[in-house]
């Protein structure tokens, strides 16, 4: 049977590489002569054409005489400028502006023919350029068997697929594509949402229960602060330049922390096979937290682009909801009332008693309000449920625990709704 690209599931997974030094200038070489290669693809492309084989007869011969890609990356760079010219042609019929790619940034696409990958030893060959062996690198991943990555691995279901190679930071990074076939079973109806709702103590809580701080940043703010109120009392043109210096350094240490807490929701979704992320609207969490303490709303939008262009990168979606009692509504039997928040950071149900963490009951309600307007909606993107730490949760049928779930936390689990309420 073949099967086309729309009936696969496609997930990315990251890892980093430990990469020798001979090995590393070997990876450098690769990444200027496939910079080159696609360069030359696109250039004899443009405007000619945009299939991947017109492509190909145009520019192979060009691209392998002209760099030293081997054989099949010469192809691949075929591929890629395809690709490019093919979004670029979408762009322009979006009535958007396209002109034509160049080729910068650090990286080399691969697939299972350049690339292979050896789960159990944890190490992957890679394909470099010219003549030269493949290079062989150890995946770098987290000590704890639970990294996100380790499902895709020696899994029946997912197997490698293209896969691309960058450098950044000083690092290399394998960003490892997997696919498995979509079954016959109504996938698109029981896709899976992971609901974020973002705060002021803590950054951003799942509605798995994975709760990023804000003690970090809000400790960080403090100190900035302090070192500002010092410099600011000698007032000197000196100490205005030393106050711009910190204030970037701060910048910088809240977006390196955004990042993390970006990467740490992506992995949450992928590890609750989610196929969607699902935040608030920005303007409504402003008027929810008029008195968040922190640069709160560049923050936020800070974090939601991170986590958007990283969930994009792994196959997920991000999605924003307007409100629907985010804060005051009770995620287990839906009772909506201002006396559910004894204190800031916990909500007790005045009608079921459920009693749970403020921000964990909201990222739930945000998750349940995009699948209630999913459901109205004629172009939905098919997804019906979220993700609990336990199970799922389908707004109009309720609560199904994961076949494999260990025992359930009671925090998680709804209770049945008294009917005499
Ligand atoms: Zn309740």
Redesign the pocket.
């Known amino acids: 049977m073949v099967v086309s690209a729309d009936e696969y599931h496609r997930r990315t997974a990251i890892t980093r590489l430990s990469v020798s030094a001979d090995d590393e200038s070997l990876l450098r070489e690769t990444v200027s002569a496939w910079q080159r290669g696609c360069q030359i693809a696109v250039d004899k492309a443009w405007q000619q054409c945009r299939s991947k084989s017109d492509i190909q007869s145009l520019a192979y011969d060009t691209i392998r005489e002209n760099t030293s890609l081997a054989s099949q990356h010469a192809i691949l760079a075929c591929h890629q400028a395809a690709g490019n010219i093919k979004s670029c042609l979408a762009r322009k019929q979006d009535g958007k502006k396209a002109s034509k790619p160049t080729y910068t940034s650090p990286t080399v696409a691969y697939d299972s023919r350049t690339m292979t990958l050896f789960p159990d030893r944890e190490q992957v060959s890679l394909t470099t350029h010219g003549d030269h062996a493949r290079v062989q690198a150890d995946l770098v991943l987290p000590d704890d068997a639970d990294g996100y990555q380790y499902q895709y691995f020696n899994s029946d279901q997912w197997e490698p697929t293209e896969s691309t190679l960058h450098y950044r930071d000083g690092h290399w990074y394998l960003h490892l594509g997997f696919r498995k076939p979509k079954t016959t079973e109504p996938t698109t109806e029981n896709g899976t949402v992971l609901g974020v709702d973002l705060g002021v103590n803590e950054i951003a809580v799942t509605s798995t229960a994975r709760f990023f701080s804000a003690d970090r940043l809000n400790h960080t703010r403090r100190e900035f602060e302090r070192v500002r109120g010092d410099l600011q009392d000698y007032g000197t043109r000196n100490a205005h330049r030393t106050l711009e210096a910190v204030s970037g350094r701060e910048d910088e240490h809240v977006k390196h922390v955004l990042h993390s807490v970006a990467n740490g929701i992506v992995a949450e979704a992928l590890r609750y096979n989610c196929d969607g992320i699902i935040f608030e609207e920005l303007d409504d969490i402003r008027n929810r937290l008029p008195d968040a303490a922190w640069h709160s709303e560049w923050a936020f939008n800070r974090l939601y682009e991170y986590v958007t262009y990283k969930a994009d990168a792994s196959g997920l979606f991000v999605a924003t909801t307007a409100p629907q009692h985010t804060s005051n509504r009770?995620a287990?039997?839906?009772?909506v009332s201002d006396v559910n928040r004894p204190t800031r950071d916990t909500f007790e149900?005045s009608?079921?008693?459920?009693r749970n963490h403020a921000d964990y009951n909201a990222a739930k309600n945000i998750a349940n309000a995009y699948l209630r307007r999913e459901q109205q909606s004629s172009r939905g993107r098919g997804v019906s449920q979220y993700a609990l730490k336990s199970g799922v949760v389908m707004p109009d049928r309720g609560y199904l625990p994961y076949s494999d779930a260990p025992v359930a936390e009671p925090t998680d689990k709804p209770k049945p709704v008294q009917a005499n309420s």
């Open positions: 009770c287990e039997c839906g009772f149900c009608r079921c008693g459920n």
